[in-house]
């Protein structure tokens, strides 16, 4: 366990050395930075009830499923500028940029994270805008398409998560989430769009399962 004072490990450098590259199962096309049992992630993520939970290392079924979604149909993002929020390892956004999208930004809360994605662009030879912040207290951003994977893990991020949603969505942004049902995502608020088997580390058991593709009711 570390010990009061260590030094924090820079995180590009730790991410270079312990997360190995491999593609992710469901979407092939991209390959990611991804934790192993042999990573030794508390070293970087941190030990106080403060430091975010390093989400961003893993496969996650909401990203995944929007990633593939992105990739089959890339009229959807074909000349847009698109918004990853809670982009974790900068799947969703990275699956974006080569679907097409004029603009790519992932924003996520977490700095370890923005290190992985502007890591993980590279490998995919994609230009994406990684930034550090909570963004959904604030007003709408100019942009065209807002994805969302898997945010619905909490029920008061995900309330938080929702309103932002509708502001947005109230703005003229159109809006696709990510998610394997979990249980705070408000499917009565929802219309599902597609259904893919993708790999899901938040199970629990790193597996696959069903997710869901789904529009808010009255986008567009």
């Known amino acids: 366990m570390k010990r009061p004072g260590m030094q924090q490990p820079d995180p590009v450098a730790f991410i270079k050395a312990n997360l190995p590259i491999s593609p992710v199962p ?4 991209i390959r990611l930075h991804t934790a192993g049992p042999a990573s030794g992630l508390w070293r970087l ?3 106080r009830e403060a430091d975010p939970a390093p989400y961003w290392a893993y496969p996650w079924a909401g990203g995944a499923v929007l990633a593939r979604y992105l990739l089959d149909r890339p009229e959807i993002v074909v000349g847009r500028r698109v918004l990853d929020l809670g982009a974790g390892s900068g799947l969703v956004a990275i699956a ?4 097409g999208a004029a ?11 923005i290190a992985a994605i502007g890591l993980n662009a590279a490998i995919n030879g994609v230009d994406i805008v990684a930034r ?4 959904i207290e604030d007003p709408p951003p100019e942009i065209d398409l807002l994805v969302v994977g898997d945010l619905f893990y909490d029920p008061t991020l995900a309330l938080r998560v929702m309103a932002f949603l509708r502001r947005c969505q109230a703005s003229g942004i159109e809006v696709l989430i990510g998610d394997p049902e979990r249980a705070h995502l408000p499917q009565g608020e929802l219309s599902r769009i597609a ?4 790999a899901d ?20």
């Open 45 to 47: 993520a941190g030990r």
């Open 96 to 99: 974006a940029a080569k679907a």
């Open 132 to 135: 550090a912040a909570d963004i």
């Open 103 to 113: 603009a790519v930004t992932a924003v996520d809360i977490d700095a370890n994270a």
């Open 201 to 220: 580390f938040g199970g629990g058991t790193g597996g696959a399962a069903p997710a869901g593709v789904f529009a808010l009711f009255g986008n567009g």
């Open 26 to 29: 469901s979407t092939p096309e």
């Open 195 to 198: 259904t893919h088997i993708v």
